[in-house]
């Protein structure tokens, strides 16, 4: 029961700590007007270079969005507590690390899906992108897992906020790495190989590539392989982002470094 209290009530409270502002209409830059300044950027390149189409650059675009609330606010969820000097007093508790910082992902996947969602409606008016009836749910559940594979990812950069000094910049790097590789804005057979070998173990990638089979008509059914792989990537980052926290814990306690950046 303890656990249960510290990853869904402790998570909150420290998603609620993450923003330091006096009125929430300050996130509408970057959770609102960002998604759509980006796909207006990717849809008009697109059709003045005379490649893709609407639809291929605002399903990129909107999902590969998720990146911004999945790996900023996962980063500082660590990075935060260190710079505000109370990190060690949380490590200093008894609470178990897994409800303890997964708890404080579940509220950055809500967010990470939410953007996208919004951003993949806002984009659909906008352009008048046609998407079968029988898509719109399956769609959904795909947003929701990108939300979750990119968190994964984005738990990964907390870790390392316990050696880097400024989250920011890294999460901005790998920003701009999913940008790239995950196919939001190329497609993957147009990447160089060495490029697209990568691309498969990157979050999004999988994800966007249902997404768009669906909106063209696909079935779910037809799209569960590359759903269930995204899902795996996600996974597979989840735990080696909890390992590498154990890891770097463990070394700042021996090194003293807990707080020092």
């Known amino acids: 029961m303890s656990s249960l209290r510290i990853f869904v009530i402790g998570g909150m409270t420290s998603y609620r700590a993450l923003f330091n502002w006096v009125?929430?209409?300050?996130?509408?830059?970057?959770?609102?007007?960002?998604?759509?300044?980006q796909?207006?950027?990717?849809?008009?390149?697109?059709?003045?270079?005379?490649?893709?189409?609407?639809?291929?650059?605002?399903?990129g675009n909107a999902l590969q969005y998720a990146a911004i609330p999945c790996l900023f606010a996962m980063g500082n969820t660590i990075a935060d507590e260190r710079r505000q000097m109370t990190l060690g007093i949380i490590l200093s508790t008894p609470a178990p690390r897994v409800p303890l910082f997964l708890g404080r992902a579940l509220p950055v996947i809500?967010?990470?899906f939410?953007?996208?969602?919004?951003?993949?409606?806002?984009?659909?008016?906008?352009?008048?992108?046609?998407?079968?009836?029988?898509?719109?749910?399956?769609?959904?559940?795909?947003?929701?897992?990108?939300?979750?594979?990119?968190?994964?990812?984005?738990?990964v950069g907390a870790a390392l906020s316990l050696r880097v000094r400024e989250t920011a910049v890294l999460s901005n790097v790998i920003f701009g790495v999913l940008l790239v590789f995950s196919g939001a804005n190329v497609p993957l057979d147009d990447l160089p190989d060495a490029m697209a070998a990568v691309s498969p173990w990157l979050p999004l990638t999988h994800g966007i590539a249902a997404a768009r089979a669906l909106a063209d008509g696909a079935t779910?059914?037809?799209?569960?392989?590359?759903?269930?792989?995204e899902v795996g990537v996600g996974a597979a980052y989840v735990v080696i982002g909890m390992a590498m926290l154990s890891y770097l814990e463990w070394e700042s306690r021996r090194r003293a470094t807990l707080e020092m950046a």
Request: charged share 5%; hydrophobic share 55%.
């Open 39 to 59: 796909m207006l950027l990717f849809v008009y390149i697109g059709r003045n270079a005379g490649i893709g189409s609407d639809e291929f650059f605002v399903i």
């Open 23 to 37: 009125t929430p209409w300050i996130l509408i830059p970057t959770f609102v007007v960002g998604p759509i300044t």
């Open 114 to 155: 939410l953007v996208s969602l919004f951003a993949l409606v806002a984009g659909g008016l906008m352009f008048g992108i046609s998407v079968p009836a029988t898509a719109y749910l399956p769609i959904v559940g795909v947003t929701a897992v990108c939300a979750f594979s990119c968190t994964g990812l984005g738990l």
């Open 220 to 229: 779910a059914g037809s799209v569960t392989g590359e759903v269930l792989r």
């Open 110 to 112: 809500a967010n990470g």
